[in-house]
C-alpha cells in the first residue's frame, strides 16, 4: 500500500502531541509504503500532476518523537496517480488551486477526505448551512461582511453573550467573545476582521452557548460514526477551550443526545466523502466542523491510556480504499 500524506512542512511537526504523526507511524507499522508532500511541492507537469515527494525511511521504535526524529527520506519527483492513496493534512483553509490540481487524479486515487467533499466542506460555512433557526444542531450563525446586519442579527434575536471570529480562522485564532452592553465596540473590531487582509472577507457571528465557559466537546468522527472524544477545558481568564491555544484535555464519554447529534452530522459528511473529521459541540450543539486537518488523537490516547484512534482511522482507510477500487 502506498500512501502520501499533503500536510505542513515537516520542521513545524510537533511529534510530542501531532496527530499526522500518529497515524504515519500507523500506516509505517502496518507495512504502507509511506511519503510526504507539501501543497508548493505539488505541479501539473506534461498533463501529470507530479510532486516533489520524500519518501520516509523509517527506524523500528515505539516512541513517537524518537520515530519522528530518526526520520530520513528519499526526495524523487513522481507522478501523484501512482499512489493508492492521498491523505490530506494541510492546515486549513486549502489553497483551491491545490484542489484544482488534485482533482484531476480523484477517479484514479482514494482521497482522505475526498476533494469534492473538501471544497465543499472546508470552511465554516458548511458547519453553518445545519443551522435550522431553532438552535436544533447549531448556535444561530451569521456570515457576512455587513456589519449593519450583525448589530440587526444581535439585536433581534436578544443575544445577551455572542461570538465574532474569522470565516478562515483555526486554532481558536481570531475568536472574540463579546457582551451586548460592549456593542458598541462591535463597529471597530468587524471593520478589523473584515478588512485586515487588504480584501473584503466575510466574518462569523455566532450566539454564545450557554456552558462554553466550562469546555466544548471535541469528537472523532470516521466513516460517519463518533469513535471518541475528549472535554477540552480552557486555560483561566480565556474562552477559548482549543489545546493549541492553552486549553486542556480531559476525558469525556458522550451523552446519547451527543452521538446522536454526530451521527446525524456523520451521515451527511459520509455521503459527501468527508471520512475524518472532527466536531465540536457545546452543552448538545455543534459550534466547529473540522474537515481539513482535524486533530485531537493525543489528548483523546493520554486521558483514555490507549493508542486505540489511530489504528480505527487507518483501519477505516483500508475499508474504504477496498470499497473505492471495487
Known amino acids: 500500500m502506498k500512501i502520501c500524506f499533503v500536510m505542513y512542512p515537516w520542521d ?3 511529534p510530542g502531541k501531532d496527530t499526522t504523526m500518529r497515524i504515519i507511524k500507523e500506516c509505517v507499522d502496518r507495512g504502507f509504503e509511506v511519503s510526504y508532500l507539501t501543497k508548493k511541492d505539488i505541479s501539473i507537469a506534461k498533463g501529470k500532476v507530479v510532486g516533489n515527494c520524500k519518501k520516509m525511511i523509517t527506524t523500528e521504535t515505539n516512541d513517537c518523537v524518537e520515530f519522528y526524529h530518526t526520520m530520513k527520506f528519499e526526495s524523487s519527483i513522481k507522478d501523484l496517480a501512482e499512489f493508492d492513496m492521498i491523505f490530506m493534512r494541510a492546515d486549513p483553509p486549502i489553497d483551491p488551486l491545490l484542489l484544482n490540481m488534485l482533482e484531476l487524479i480523484e477517479d484514479k486515487v ?3 477526505n475526498k476533494i469534492s467533499g473538501l471544497r465543499k466542506a472546508n470552511n465554516k460555512i458548511y458547519a453553518a448551512s445545519f443551522d435550522d433557526g431553532q438552535e436544533t444542531i447549531v448556535p444561530q450563525t451569521l456570515i457576512t461582511k455587513d456589519i449593519d446586519l ?3 442579527f444581535v439585536e433581534e434575536n436578544n443575544f445577551e453573550k455572542f461570538i465574532i471570529k474569522p470565516l478562515d480562522g483555526m486554532g481558536g485564532k481570531g475568536v472574540i467573545l ?3 452592553k460592549n456593542i458598541g465596540n462591535l463597529s471597530s473590531i468587524c ?7 487588504g480584501n473584503s472577507q466575510p466574518i462569523i457571528c455566532q450566539n454564545y452557548i450557554e456552558g462554553a465557559e466550562k469546555g466544548d466537546v471535541r469528537a472523532i468522527v470516521i466513516n460517519g460514526e463518533p469513535i471518541g472524544a475528549i472535554m477540552r477545558v480552557p486555560a483561566e481568564g480565556d ?3 482549543n489545546i493549541s491555544a492553552g486549553g486542556s484535555a480531559i476525558r469525556h464519554d458522550m451523552s446519547e443526545h451527543e452521538l446522536e447529534l454526530c451521527r446525524k452530522i456523520g451521515k451527511q459528511l459520509n455521503e459527501d466523502g468527508i471520512y475524518f473529521c472532527g466536531i465540536d459541540l457545546i452543552n448538545g450543539k455543534m ?4 474537515v481539513v486537518s482535524p486533530g485531537g488523537i493525543v489528548p483523546h490516547n493520554n486521558v483514555n491510556n490507549n493508542n486505540d ?3 480505527q482511522i487507518v483501519s477505516m482507510l483500508l475499508d474504504k480504499y477496498k470499497e473505492f477500487k471495487a
Open 12 to 14: 513545524k511537526v510537533e
Open 309 to 311: 484512534i489511530q489504528k
Open 178 to 180: 463579546f457582551e451586548r
Open 110 to 112: 482514494f482521497f482522505v
Open 287 to 290: 459550534v466547529e466542523l473540522n
Open 150 to 152: 450583525i448589530k440587526s
Open 191 to 197: 471593520d478589523f476582521y473584515i478588512n485586515h487582509t
Open 239 to 241: 474562552h477559548r477551550s
